[in-house]
């Protein structure tokens, strides 16, 4: 039988759990697919969509590089990488952050407002065609509960 690290049995899935799971992971690759190629379309990629969304929505459409990476479940080296990237293409610039001498602000620029507001029309065009437009209103409460409780760090994770 086999262990985790732990020295636990690993508890397997059964049929229904392991078709359960199966179905979860075909629709958020094919979501994600279909959003993707179609922001690609208005020249942007996911992340380049969620960082400048994001930092639209902030005070000053400014954000710490630690905040972003936070609230997009990266690493701030990921991030830095990514940022480094927009910058070259003028979306966003990096500015010294004056309460952390190391870290920096991320600041999206004027260009940057523009490709958002011009890929946001067709994004959630996007989304509703791939998602929303597809599931009834019972079907979304449902997802918004079940992402509720899968959010939720799980009792003795360390979470």
């Known amino acids: 039988m086999?262990?985790?690290s732990s020295d636990e049995p690993v508890r397997w899935l059964d049929a229904g759990e392991e078709r359960a799971w199966r179905a979860f992971r075909r629709v958020m690759v094919a979501v994600q697919a279909g959003t993707a190629r179609d922001l690609a379309a208005a020249g942007l990629?996911?992340?380049d969509y969620e960082v400048l969304s994001t930092l639209s929505e902030r005070p000053d459409t400014t954000s710490t590089l630690g905040e972003q990476a936070d609230k997009m479940g990266w690493s701030r080296s990921r991030l830095s990488r990514h940022a480094?990237?927009?910058e070259a293409r003028g979306l966003l610039r990096r500015e010294p952050d004056p309460?952390?001498?190391r870290g920096c602000l991320l600041v999206l620029t004027a260009q940057g407002l523009d490709a958002l507001e011009h890929a946001a029309p067709a994004h959630v065009a996007s989304v509703r065609h791939h998602f929303i437009d597809r599931l009834g209103a019972d079907d979304l409460a449902a997802l918004e509960r079940i992402a509720s409780r899968v959010e939720r760090p799980?009792?003795?994770s360390g979470e």
Request: glycine share 14%.
């Open 84 to 86: 480094t990237r927009m």
């Open 45 to 47: 990629s996911e992340p």
């Open 2 to 4: 086999s262990t985790t």
């Open 154 to 156: 799980q009792a003795g």
């Open 99 to 101: 309460s952390d001498g």
